[in-house]
């Protein structure tokens, strides 16, 4: 036992790279589909549930019936904060590099909040709970460019800068009111 | 229903790194105590069950080589799950209760050391809404944090108190990675980590690993001179979603102690796997402890965390507590998922 104590022995040990692939590809079905459908459209949906509340991001099934939902509804893509955190060092692949805020946003129109960041050009002091909050769209991706250039398959942000379909089509939210 | 008792526990002198020996050699000589060391024949072990994660090993089905640390030979019946340890003793709890199985080893193990838990930890969530925003663990925590300071379920102040226990408790473990006296004050002077949270708020980053011995009935009068038997266990879930969950509560826990029988007697001690700060207080709510219960002698997993293990450790922990005599009824809890989304609770109790 006491082996497993004491501090690491450092350059003694060898290390290397081991990457995780995953290499299939998914559909995304009819609820989670009509969300990614409009995000590229700049619309977000959410779903009716069993209770008549609307569920932003849409769930496939009630969170507490298990009933299969299928009336999807349009909200609004500006909110209120309801919680959030400040991250002062963002970790490697989180939407922004510098300092943002974590929220969770009860949008227009929803009863469930969606997790996303804000940017407030690294300013803890502006973010408060009951802030309200609009989504930063990516724009939409010009007629002339090539949809299918990636077979169709494009799992993620593809990084084209257009919205694909995907959660970072909203590159994040920022404070209301800040001009364009 | 048959009676199951802990009989046997075995845990690392946790620690933030172990890179020089692999999840196997960890293991090993825990297996060593917790049978030899207890007078248990290996050969009385017919079940074993195991937990660990494949994301930190970085390697799928990695848990089949960690078998070596039993010896699979003869052939042994064996699972696994990709859960904290405390559902691998479920399993084999269940098992129990079949008839199949009188004696079951339990063992969970997690290095975090080689990658970046935060990160890991970050693919548990909805691949399509969440998991592309890498949100991580701690930030979940401050989200759920924030929610429970502003609607005045408590306090900054309550979660330092929460901290300086547990430090000071930790103290007195051997096996706890961090412990001491610290001044509740003095943590609220320190700068904010991810606000609202503190860094002390945070589990440390642990490679660790526990071994418990079950046993059914007479099996357990045989092996242990005082088991601790479980008297009700049960786990429950809620939605994924943090959207969907009132995060200053939880439910889950709340269920899972009314059919665990948590308030069917007086609880001397509970050890509760709540590894953010104010997580220990959203959790004892649930549980309805009293005042005056014995919250994590062992320090909890704010001295010591390590993934997959640290709520195998709680049931271990209050079981040698009861089995030395130090309780006759102890709480022991576990929790999986983003802020608690899903618990286990124990109630274990000596004769």
């Excluded at chain 1, 990457?19 to 559909?27: A, C, G, K, L, N």
């Excluded at chain 1, 009630?62 to 970790?91: F, R, S």
């Excluded at chain 2, 080589?65 to 010896?71: I, K, P, R």
Aim: glycine share 10%; aromatic share 6%.
């Amino acid at each position: 036992m006491s082996s497993t104590a004491g501090a690491p022995t450092g350059g003694d040990v060898l290390k290397a790279p081991n990457v995780i692939e995953y290499p299939f590809s998914r559909t995304t079905g009819p609820v989670i589909g009509a969300f990614m459908t409009g995000m590229r459209e700049g619309i977000i949906v959410g779903i009716k549930g069993a209770d008549g509340r609307v569920i932003v991001p849409p769930q496939e099934y009630d969170p507490v019936t298990a009933e299969e939902l299928t009336e999807i509804v349009e909200v609004g893509d500006a909110g209120v904060v309801t919680t959030w955190c400040w991250v002062n060092e963002p970790l490697t692949d989180q939407p922004l590099d510098r300092p943002f805020a974590w929220a969770m946003i009860r949008l227009d129109g929803a009863d469930t909040d969606l997790v996303h960041a804000v940017d407030t050009d690294g300013d803890q002091a502006v973010m408060a709970t009951g802030m309200r909050v609009k989504a930063r769209w990516l724009p939409a991706r010009p007629a002339d460019v090539d949809t299918e250039a990636d077979g169709g398959t494009s799992a993620g942000s593809d990084d084209s800068g257009y919205r694909v379909g995907h959660i970072l089509d909203i590159a994040c939210f920022e404070p209301e009111g800040v001009p364009e | 229903m048959r009676d199951v008792a802990v009989v046997s526990f075995a845990q690392t002198h946790h620690a933030r790194e172990v890179s020089d020996i692999n999840e196997v050699e960890m293991l090993m000589p825990l297996m060593g105590e917790a049978l030899a060391g207890s007078g248990i024949p290996k050969d009385r072990i017919d079940f074993v069950c195991s937990a660990s994660s494949d994301y930190l090993a970085g390697q799928p089905f990695s848990f089949v080589m960690s078998l070596d640390a039993f010896g699979p030979w003869p052939p042994i019946s064996e699972s696994h799950v990709d859960m904290d340890g405390a559902w691998a003793l479920y399993e084999a709890w269940v098992k129990m209760q079949m008839g199949k199985t009188d004696v079951a080893l339990i063992y969970a193990y997690g290095k975090s050391s080689p990658g970046d838990i935060r990160r890991v930890l970050s693919r548990q969530m909805d691949p399509y809404t969440v998991g592309p925003l890498w949100l991580d663990p701690v930030s979940m925590a401050a989200l759920q944090a924030r929610v429970g300071l502003e609607a005045g379920t408590f306090t900054v102040e309550q979660m330092a108190e929460v901290v300086a226990r547990n430090r000071r408790a930790g103290a007195t473990n051997p096996y706890a990675q961090l412990g001491g006296e610290v001044d509740p004050a003095a943590l609220l002077a320190e700068p904010e980590f991810v606000a609202p949270l503190r860094k002390h708020d945070c589990p440390p980053i642990t490679d660790g690993a526990a071994v418990v011995v079950i046993a059914a009935g007479d099996a357990a009068r045989e092996l242990s001179d005082r088991p601790a038997w479980i008297r009700g266990i049960d786990h429950r879930i809620e939605a994924h979603a943090l959207g969907l969950r009132d995060l200053t509560r939880s439910v889950s826990t709340e269920q899972a102690a009314a059919r665990a029988g948590v308030a069917d007697g007086p609880v001397d001690l509970a050890e509760l796997h709540a590894p953010f700060s104010h997580q220990e207080l959203i959790i004892g709510d649930a549980l309805g402890l009293a005042d005056g219960v014995d919250v994590n002698p062992s320090g909890g997993p704010l001295c010591a965390n390590p993934i997959m293990t640290a709520g195998l450790i709680r049931i271990g922990e209050a079981a040698t507590r009861i089995s030395r005599g130090g309780g006759d009824r102890a709480v022991a809890h576990a929790t999986s998922g983003p802020c608690l989304q899903q618990n286990l609770v124990c109630v274990l109790e000596g004769e």
